[in-house]
């Protein structure tokens, strides 16, 4: 089935460890977004990709890094920097136009120890 | 970055009763698109909606494009206890090579029994 598939649902770290959440999508999106969700609040954007080799920062970069070596492909990785990286993570994809609505993973939580 | 005004901030019901929530921006949107999520899951789209003043329906769940393009309401007609989760609306600009969305806080429905 097509989808948006992430990896892993939980995850728990130590403080100062880098960690990478997976995205993957196989509905031949052109783009991916990476959201965070922390309880009571709506998304916020940390990075988007519209194309291959090539992503921007959203509203909350700080402490995130990106790659989009692959169109299917869109990982976060959770850096040290990031003060408060307890959250749930949203990745999504969409065609790029006028009317490519938003589709979402599963999300992925982690929890810094 | 910017966020939409979405209300109620959470709703409890009974069984059968109609829910109707709305969301607000000081800017014009091309786009509205109404998600909801249920717990520890991605937030999945109920509605899409592209015009001014368009009305759109999807089983129980009516979604309307507000004629200034700055709000959209979303209305569940006969709540049944699968409801229950949280809505958000989404509004995009259309900028072509570069479509964001941005969200609501989201309206948490409740059922009581």
């Known amino acids: 089935d097509g989808g948006i598939t992430q990896s892993p649902k939980y995850l728990f770290r130590k403080e100062g460890q880098n960690v990478t959440l997976s995205c993957e999508q196989n509905?031949?999106?052109?783009?991916m977004y990476w959201y965070r969700q922390d309880p009571g609040q709506g998304l916020r954007l940390i990075y988007y990709s519209q194309i291959v080799n090539d992503f921007q920062k959203g509203d909350i970069a700080e402490g995130y890094s990106v790659s989009r070596e692959k169109k299917e492909s869109f990982p976060l990785t959770v850096t040290s920097a990031q003060k408060n990286p307890t959250a749930f993570y949203l990745c999504?994809?969409?065609?790029?136009?006028?009317?490519?609505?938003?589709?979402f993973g599963e999300g992925s939580r982690l929890t810094v120890l | 970055g910017q966020q939409l005004n979405q209300s109620p901030q959470s709703m409890f019901i009974q069984e059968g009763e109609d829910v109707s929530m709305n969301c607000t921006s000081s800017?014009?949107?091309?786009?509205w698109l109404w998600y909801k999520q249920d717990p520890g899951e991605g937030p999945v789209l109920l509605i899409a909606l592209y015009k001014a003043g368009e009305l759109t329906s999807n089983g129980r769940l009516t979604a309307q494009f507000g004629i200034t393009r700055k709000d959209s309401f979303l209305n569940i007609s006969a709540s049944i206890p699968s409801d229950v989760g949280i809505y958000f609306c989404a509004g995009q600009v259309t900028n072509f090579g570069n479509e964001k969305l941005t969200f609501g806080t989201g309206t948490r429905l409740t059922i009581i029994p």
């Open positions: 509905l031949n999106h052109d783009a």
């Open positions: 800017s014009i949107f091309n786009t």
């Open positions: 999504a994809s969409r065609w790029t136009g006028l009317t490519g609505e938003l589709f």
